[in-house]
């Protein structure tokens, strides 16, 4: 299903033996819905979010279950500002001002999660 199937449907069809006519249902209404995000996750490259000074490093935000369309935003605790948008951010050149707890938050319109915040150290 697509939320373009919500609307209010009936049957129709052929009754009666003897004398057929057409017969039609009561309308029903069909809601469709997006299925609520969950299991919203954070993995890094390199793993643990342990990366040396200057190496380049690749956060990928995944959903577990959910319906889309999804869209992605990144963020670090502690700035007020977008890091970027899209399931994966990478840092090319990370410096020692890169450390930090990072995460994203995936959306679907109708809701919005965030994954657990990784701890990216700078060796």
């Known amino acids: 299903l697509k939320l373009h199937h919500?609307?209010?449907y009936r049957c129709r069809g052929w009754m009666g033996a003897v004398t057929p006519q057409?017969?039609?249902?009561?309308l029903v209404t069909v809601t469709v819905h997006r299925?609520?995000?969950?299991?919203?996750s954070l993995s890094a490259q390199p793993p643990?979010?342990?990366v040396a000074l200057g190496d380049r490093l690749v956060?990928?935000?995944?959903?577990?279950?959910?319906t889309g369309p999804l869209s992605f935003t990144w963020h670090r605790?502690?700035?007020?500002?977008?890091?970027?948008?899209?399931p994966r951010l990478e840092l090319r050149?990370?410096?020692d001002n890169d450390s930090g707890?990072?995460?994203c938050r995936a959306s679907n319109g109708d809701s919005v999660t965030e994954s657990v915040a990784l701890n990216v150290t700078v060796l």
């Open 6 to 8: 919500s609307g209010r």
């Open 22 to 26: 057409w017969r039609e249902s009561q």
């Open 35 to 40: 299925v609520p995000l969950s299991g919203v």
């Open 48 to 50: 643990g979010g342990q």
């Open 59 to 66: 956060l990928s935000c995944a959903v577990a279950m959910g």
């Open 77 to 86: 605790r502690g700035l007020g500002t977008l890091l970027g948008i899209g």
């Open 93 to 95: 050149h990370v410096g």
């Open 101 to 103: 707890h990072y995460h």
